[in-house]
């Protein structure tokens, strides 16, 4: 297990979850990340603008080393997930993505029932002989107490996930991460295929998770970024333009064109 | 406002000739299908009998059934089965959940495509070569090995193509879970792409089934007095008897030859209808 990061400066004590240095990333012979470096607060809300291919998904992706699995890729630089460095030879990334969760712009529920979606992870990560029914029944209904879906599925465990409505089904996708204890949870643009009542039941999950473990969260929408988020960084063109609060990255930019951006003067 | 003008009706009388010509030659796949059936069962009508699948023949083959060439075709068709249908599920997943982009798997596609493009005759001279060589003579065992090599990079094909069906978005939710590749295939891809992979299997059977070629040097035989005994005996099969006794100049009658053509048609399409059959069973189970 990682353990837990205890940077003191002075009268401030502040924890990060991630922190990543001098971190760059090629897709074959196209840099996406151009030496980032950012520090992201445990237990906050942290959202990531920037217009369309700035890297934020890129970015999203290495904080669990997932990006590995989609081919020609190249990362140096270090990223740190909770004080420990995820590139060190003795990290298993399958226990890195089970503290590490992540959450999609599509819900993606796997074709099988809601039930064995949320207990998918324990039974990846457990060994068939620990799970008793009474183990995996407890787990399914918390998680999706958690989640706020519990009512709505209650009576129908059983049934395929990949029936229920865009918003449960992401609701459901949050819900599977649940059992694993995760300490961050990635969100990529986990709003944009639902409707307005959806991406507000999924905001005020966030809100009430987000008290819980850290969150980082893509966003082409700015006042969801604005609403939801405690932290934001702004990125353009694979680098971290500004990052700051919220409220002064919106309010008060330091960068002209973090201000362009979310005046949405373009993007 | 809103009439329609003299471009616009030009347009749609393009649309309507267009839409029929393609609907036409669509039609036009119904008719051969349809001739050739018909045609097969006009003329074998005076042979079909349960004799005529279930006796050996007699009388020089003028007389009698078929029964060893249905047995040996079954059994070419069933070894050729078990050796292709692992190797080449295995291979194709392999290729399309494992194998990145390199020089290694560039090659194994490669090979595949070129084996897939081979003619079978030419199959046929390397199962003489290769598998005829090993087992010392012609037997049922070289015969399927060779109908495998020609039908293992379609399987190969097909599968990768069932596998590559299955939706990214299933695959990256169970990675960041922390499943392993194992664990997703198993769980997740398998059970989502079987219907395709079965189904692209058996076409490949029915295939074999029909091919004479790759059999003819390699393990069939013309007439044997009794069934085989173990892969390693020769053995009559449809298509080799549907080819001898039609090039043999008139001797054999006419509803004989037609009578085994129905029969390995009927056994192809039986193929057929299990794969049709096999894929509505598990159409119904998945679902996204």
Known sequence: MMAMPQETSGAVQETY???THNLSLWYGDFQALH???VRIRSGLITSLIGPSGCGKTTLLRCLNRVNERYGNVTTTGDIRVLGKNIYDEDVSLVELRRCVGMVFQRPNPLPISIYENVVFGLRIHTPAAQLSRSVLDEAVETSLKEVLLWDAVKDKLKKRATGLQLEQQQKLCIARLMPLK???VLMDEPCSALDARGTEAI????SILGKRFTIVIVTHNMAQARRASEECIYMYMGKIVEHGTTLDVFLRPRNKETENYVEGRYG | MFKET???RRKFAVERLVASLFALMAAAMIVPLLLVVAHLFWQAWPSLSWEFISA??????KEGGIYPAIYGTFLMVAISLAITAPIGILAAVYLNEYARDSWFTRIVNLAVVNLAGVPSIVHALFGVGAFVWITGRPCILAASMTLGIMTLPVI??????????VPMAFREACWNVGASRWQTIRTIVLPNSISGILTGVILQVSRAAGETAPILFTGAVFFRRELPQSPLDQ???LSMHLFSIATQGGQVPLSIQYGTAVVLLGLVMAFNLGSIVLRIYFRTRKKW
């Open chain 2, 235 to 237: 053995s009559m099969s």
């Open chain 2, 56 to 61: 050996f023949p007699r009388n020089n083959l």
């Open chain 1, 17 to 19: 979850s991630i922190e």
């Open chain 2, 6 to 8: 003299p471009w616009v």
């Open chain 1, 182 to 184: 995760p300490q961050v």
């Open chain 1, 35 to 37: 030496a980032v470096s």
């Open chain 2, 156 to 165: 190969i094909a097909s599968t990768k193509q069932s596998l590559a069906a």
């Open chain 1, 203 to 206: 905001e005020d999950l966030m």
